[in-house]
């Protein structure tokens, strides 16, 4: 897929009362920085960008977003190396609690309207 098609994918903020979830997509870095500077992109949950591709859910997103819980849609023993290293450090260093779809499988979470639990 190319740059330009994964900047077209839809990102989604969710929110049920004082829970949220934020889904990223495969949008990358030039779509993330005028998201954080024009949005109140805070919450709960973060559907990693781009299977935990280094092109997305930068630094600067996972602060603006500050989640409790990361999620990462990604293939077992795909062929691009996903999700990175950096990408899993990044979240780690944030104290993001992630799942990964190539170990866990379906990964369900439920927003009660107070929290998000997986």
Known sequence: ???AKNND???LRVRYRDSSALLEGDAERVVEQPMIATHDLHADL????HHGSNTSSTQEL???VHPH???ISVGAHNTF?????????RLAGANVTTYRTDLSGVVTF?????SVSP
């Open 1 to 3: 897929m190319s740059q």
């Open 46 to 49: 973060l559907k990693v960008g």
């Open 9 to 11: 994918s839809l990102v």
């Open 81 to 89: 190396g996903h999700p990175r290293m950096d990408v899993l450090r």
């Open 69 to 71: 819980w990361g999620v």
């Open 110 to 114: 439920y927003l009660d309207g107070r």
């Open 62 to 64: 996972v602060n603006a």
